[in-house]
C-alpha cells in the first residue's frame, strides 16, 4: 500500500525467524463496517479495523479516530495470547491499546516512538490549553508501563530520556533501507520516464510522501519556480495525498509552474516506489522550519538511500549531519530559495556529483540501515522484554 511500511516490512521478517506474528491495525481504504477482520501475509496474522482516517481530516476529526482505534484495539487485542506486545507510535494514543493488552495478558509492552509526542502537535498548536497537560500525562503513562522503548533516531532517545526513562532502556532503531526492494529487478526508471512526454531524459527532482502541514510542500514549489529562472529544463514531481494537496497545486499555478516544470501525481504503493526512485536525478524529503522535527527519521530519506539516489533536505539535525559527514545529498536553506534553488541546480548537473553522492547514499543504506539489521536488533530487545518478565 502507500504510506509507511516500517512496521509490515520488521513484523514479516520477525514471522520468517519463526516467530507467531499478529499485527493489529486499521483499514482506511474502504467502507466502515465496524467489524474487524482478519488475513494473512507474508506471515503475518493481520487483524483489520475498518476507521475512517486521512491526512485531508481536519485534526479533531483525526482525535476522534485515533480513540475510537484505541478503544476498539484495546480490547480486540487483549484476546490474543502474546509473549509480548510491540506499540508503535504515532499516534501517542496507541499505548492504550498497548499498555490494556499487556496488562490483561501479563506480558511486556515494548513501545516504538516514530515522533516525539505531544512536543510536535504542542509546536505546531494543534494542542492547546487542557489537552497539553493531558497529552504529557498520556506520555508518562506509555513510558512507564513500558518494558524497553525503542527510539527512531538519536534525537528521539533524548526526549524519551528528558521525560525520566531509563536511558539503558531505550533503543534506537531508526527507519530502516530495503535494500531487496529497492535494488531488485523491479527498479528500472526508464520505463518510468518513457510515459511521461514531460519528462524524458530532463533532470528529476521527487517528492514521494505526504502532503501534510508539517511537510511544507509549498517549499517544493517555490524552489520549482526559482529553479525555473536558471534551469527550466529540470522537473519537479511531488507524488502523493494530505491535507495541503490543493494548496500545493494551486499556489503552483498561481506562481506558473504547474505542468510546466512542475508536476503531481497520486501516491503509489510502495512496490511502485523502486522504478519512481530510480528514475529520480534526485529526490528530496521536506518540512516546515521547525526545530522538534530535526529528530525526525522519514520514510522518504530511507527510501532514497535504498535507492542509491541522492537526498536533499532542507532541516538540519541528525539526518543533516548524516549528509554532511557522508556526501550523500544536499541541506538546502529553509529560507532561502534562490539560493536552494542554485545550489540545486549546480548539484544536478554535475554528473560526477550525482554519481558520487548517489554511491554515498547506498553505502549509507547498506552501513547503517539495512532493514535486515536492524529487524534483528529489535527481534533481540523484544526478546530481553519477555526474558524480563
Known sequence: MSGGTGTYEMARRLAAYGHEVHM??????????GRWYRTQDSGIQIHWLPVPYGNKMPYPARMVAFFRFAIRSALYSSRIKADVILASSTP?????????????????????VR????????ALGVLKGPLIPLARWLERFAYRN?????????????????AGYPSQRVHVIPNGCDLELFQGPNRSGHRFRDRYDWLGERPLVLYAGTFGRIN????????AFETWKVAPE????????????????????????????FFMSPPMPKADMPALFAAATISTSLFIDLPEMWSNSANKFFDSLA?????????????????????????LPANDLPSAAQQLTRAIFDKGWIARAGSAALQL?????????????????????????
Open 365 to 389: 543504506a547498506r552501513d547503517r540501515f539495512d532493514r535486515d539489521r536492524l529487524a534483528k536488533k529489535l527481534e533481540e530487545v523484544l526478546l530481553r522484554s519477555v526474558s524480563r518478565a
Open 24 to 33: 493489529i491495525t486499521s483499514d482506511r481504504s474502504g467502507p466502515v463496517s
Open 216 to 223: 511544507g510542500l509549498k517549499y517544493l514549489v517555490q524552489l
Open 234 to 261: 529540470v522537473r519537479f514531481l511531488a507524488a502523493g495525498d494530505g491535507y495541503e494537496r490543493e494548496l500545493v497545486k494551486t499556489l503552483a499555478r498561481d506562481l506558473g509552474v504547474l505542468d510546466r516544470n
Open 307 to 331: 535507492a542509491g539516489c541522492p537526498i536533499a533536505i532542507n532541516y538540519q539535525g541528525w539526518q543533516a549531519d548524516l549528509i554532511r559527514q557522508t556526501g550523500a545529498g544536499l541541506v
Open 146 to 162: 513500558s518494558s524497553h522503548i525503542i527510539a527512531l533516531s538519536p534525537g528521539m532517545k533524548e526526549g524519551i530520556v528528558r
Open 92 to 112: 501517542l494514543t496507541i499505548a492504550l491499546p498497548g499498555v490494556y493488552a499487556a496488562k490483561i495478558q501479563k506480558a511486556p509492552l515494548v513501545f516504538e
Open 115 to 122: 515522533d516525539l509526542w505531544p512536543e510536535l502537535p504542542i
